[in-house]
């Protein structure tokens, strides 16, 4: 966009197996030689020893939004209620995750509940497993694990007079606790220190031992002719129309509408408005965010018609309170809407950028066209990186990677030496990284489709890993192997049809006070 002012609106542990339900994307990691650190070393050696921290805290408040109820169901797990009440788990878990967690959002409110909620799941799941086995704590094991704890300590030794000074229910509470967590912590310890096979080491071994290293170029929407984007342009105004606007940002409708009557009422100006409310980054500077094209406003309105309304506000005026992906807006109109100037070289680059990511079936054959084209050329056969000079394309050079297209932890990846992220796109591709990983040294691949661009590749060599990288990932896999075990346990237990997640309509009803029609 021709401004460069601105900027997209944005607004202890029982356990200690850390679990997240649902795999989230990883953003790009910066190169490096191997993924395997010293720093992860050290990761996978205190997951494999599982401690139990015991925390004694207060009720949690629930304020007056709430339930006042000592007793909320979240779910069930294998017919077991995942239910918070007093002294339980649940309710352990949850004073924990509140001390950690200290701010007083809503978002803030849904992670300390949600985390108690999910360390209560798996813990259930472990407590089932060690029932399934027969696993009983005897007295004698529950009184060492008490004094190897140092509950009843003083100046770091058992201290009689302490102990005696305790209340019965204190005594009962700890013991019941012990007597909860030390068949989990048996069965989570025996399960991260399984030993691995010599011959499961020698093969994971093997598989990273070929790799390739690449030269790539992409061809995408920025190599589209000027003339065809400005007449793409010219055929879409209104996409392409800019606005310069001040904002902000706030949790719900109710704040909106009360900063917007003291704003119209002139009793606080827009900027003051900003600088106490508003939750986007713009907040500090008054609210000002500066000129945006109609296409990029469209994304922070739920219900993108809207954007339409912000566009015919007069120049001055506070807009509507408008429902966004986050909340709710405000916007004030610092000057009217105008037209882009489709010969300025800037905006042509954000009328590709657009097309490429949003309407990429306009580019699609002229970007296959071209690319086929480098691709048979002589030149390009000569010379790969003269070539693409020539054609006004970047060289992507990536050292040698081992074929990983199942995105495992014991092999280097794209994810770790493409720079580009062209590979890195293409790595779960099984089509494309057979042709990759199967073409004589030197080749060059026909277009490779990846997100509405195509890219050429040139094998520049193969090579083995050295001895001393497989020999370091002989000495990790052990930890390695230990943090897979676990991870592959805590997604079974998130994905079993034993689960029954009522989380969020509780936490909704119970906790926020939301009810249903």
């Keep these: 966009m021709p401004s460069k002012e601105s900027n997209t609106p944005e607004t202890n542990n029982e356990n200690v197996v850390k679990f997240k339900p649902s795999k989230e994307k990883v953003e790009k990691s910066p190169k490096k030689n191997n993924p395997i650190t010293l720093t992860k070393v050290v990761t996978y050696v205190i997951l494999g020893l599982l401690a139990l921290v015991l925390i004694v805290g207060v009720f949690p408040s629930f304020g007056n939004r709430g339930s006042s109820a000592t007793s909320i169901v979240f779910g069930t797990y294998d017919k077991d209620p995942i239910e918070f009440s007093y002294g339980n788990y649940f309710y352990r878990q949850y004073q924990i995750q509140a001390q950690q967690n200290k701010e007083s959002s809503d978002s803030a409110a849904y992670q300390v509940w949600r985390s108690a909620f999910e360390n209560t799941v798996f813990f259930t799941a472990v407590s089932q497993m060690a029932d399934k086995l027969g696993f009983r704590v005897v007295e004698e094991t529950l009184n060492q694990a008490i004094l190897k704890a140092g509950v009843y300590n003083k100046d770091g030794k058992f201290d009689a007079e302490t102990y005696k000074k305790a209340s019965v229910e204190y005594k009962n509470q700890i013991n019941q606790q012990y007597k909860e967590n030390i068949p989990v912590q048996t069965v989570m310890t025996d399960m991260s220190t399984i030993l691995s096979a010599t011959g499961e080491i020698d093969y994971i071994v093997s598989m990273g031992d070929s790799s390739r290293s690449f030269d790539y170029v992409v061809?995408?929407?920025?190599?589209?002719?000027d003339d065809l984007t400005a007449a793409y342009a010219q055929a879409n105004p209104s996409l392409f129309t800019q606005i310069d606007i001040s904002l902000i940002s706030v949790a719900d409708e109710a704040a909106a509408n009360a900063i917007r009557e003291k704003i119209v009422a002139g009793t606080l100006s827009f900027a003051e408005a900003a600088r106490?409310?508003?939750?986007?980054?713009?907040?500090?500077?008054?609210?000002?965010?500066?000129?945006?094209?109609?296409?990029?406003?469209?994304?922070?309105?739920?219900?993108?018609?809207?954007?339409?309304?912000?566009f015919s506000t007069?120049?001055?005026?506070?807009?509507?309170?408008?429902?966004?992906?986050?909340?709710?807006?405000?916007?004030q109109v610092e000057s009217a809407p105008t037209l882009a100037d489709f010969t300025d070289k800037a905006v042509l680059a954000d009328v590709k950028s657009y097309i490429g990511t949003s309407d990429q079936g306009v580019v699609t054959a002229y970007l296959q066209e071209q690319a086929a084209a480098f691709a048979a050329?002589?030149?390009?056969?000569?010379d790969f990186s003269s070539a693409a000079e020539a054609a006004g394309l970047s060289v992507v050079s990536v050292e040698a990677t081992p074929a990983n297209i199942g995105g495992s932890n014991y092999l280097s990846s794209f994810s770790y030496t493409d720079m580009g992220g062209g590979l890195t796109a293409l790595?779960?591709?099984t089509a494309a990284m057979k042709t990759l990983y199967t073409l004589p040294v030197g080749s060059i691949t026909e277009?490779?489709?990846?997100?509405?661009?195509?890219?050429?590749?040139?094998v520049t060599g193969e090579s083995s890993q050295s001895e001393e990288n497989n020999e370091y990932l002989r000495m990790i896999y052990p930890y390695l192997s230990q943090d897979q075990n676990q991870q592959d346990f805590i997604q079974t237990v998130f994905?079993?049809?034993?689960?029954?997640?009522?989380f969020l309509t509780v936490f909704l009803s119970e906790i926020m006070g939301v009810k249903s029609n």
Excluded: M, W
């Design 314 to 331: 007069a120049v001055g005026q506070v807009s509507q309170a408008f429902a966004t992906p986050a909340g709710y807006a405000l916007y």
């Design 447 to 458: 277009p490779l489709a990846v997100e509405g661009a195509f890219l050429i590749a040139k």
């Design 495 to 502: 994905s079993s049809s034993k689960l029954k997640d009522n």
């Design 427 to 429: 790595a779960s591709d």
């Design 276 to 310: 106490q409310n508003s939750l986007d980054t713009f907040a500090t500077d008054g609210g000002r965010a500066g000129v945006f094209y109609l296409f990029e406003l469209q994304t922070n309105f739920t219900d993108a018609e809207q954007v339409n309304l912000l």
């Design 377 to 382: 050329s002589d030149a390009a056969v000569r």
């Design 219 to 225: 061809f995408d929407a920025r190599l589209y002719p």
